[in-house]
Nanobody, 124 residues
Framework: VQLVESGGGLVQPGGSLRLSCAASGFTLDRYAIGWFRQAPGKEREGVSCISTSDGSSYYVDSVKGRFTISGDNAKNTVYLQMNSLKPEDTAVYYC??????????????????WGQGTQVTVSS
């Protein structure tokens, strides 16, 4: 059972990135997947989650209208499209598997499998 993130990088303010979270060892449609981030010196923060069985999603207020989460069950992959990026979005981004199939919670304690993270840096 594994999650692997990719797609991070350096982008200028106002730019876009798409993160991918590829799952192996389990099928996405049985779980919700969340994206979290952790900036240097700060606590981990939940960003968004999606229940791939029904497509329902949730976003933290700071990214609403800028980030879009989606899932492709055929590819067993969840994406996080990030637009209008700001310097404060700079962090290591992690995806994680929820212990429940449908959720709107971003409580990290309810996620049992985590990826290794991908760095996103927003800077001019």
């Amino acid at each position: 059972v594994q999650l692997v993130e990719s797609g991070g990088g350096l982008v200028q303010p106002g730019g876009s990135l798409r993160l991918s979270c590829a799952a192996s060892g389990f099928t996405l449609d049985r779980y919700a997947i969340g994206w979290f981030r952790q900036a240097p010196g700060k606590e981990r923060e939940g960003v968004s989650c999606i229940s791939t069985s029904d497509g329902s999603s949730y976003y933290v207020d700071s990214v609403k209208g800028r980030f879009t989460i989606s899932g492709d069950n055929a590819k067993n992959t969840v994406y996080l499209q990030m637009n209008s990026l700001k310097p404060e979005d700079t962090a290591v981004y992690y995806c994680a598997r929820s212990i429940v199939q449908v959720t709107t919670t971003l409580d990290g304690a309810l996620y049992d499998v985590w990826g290794q993270g991908t760095q996103v840096t927003v800077s001019s």
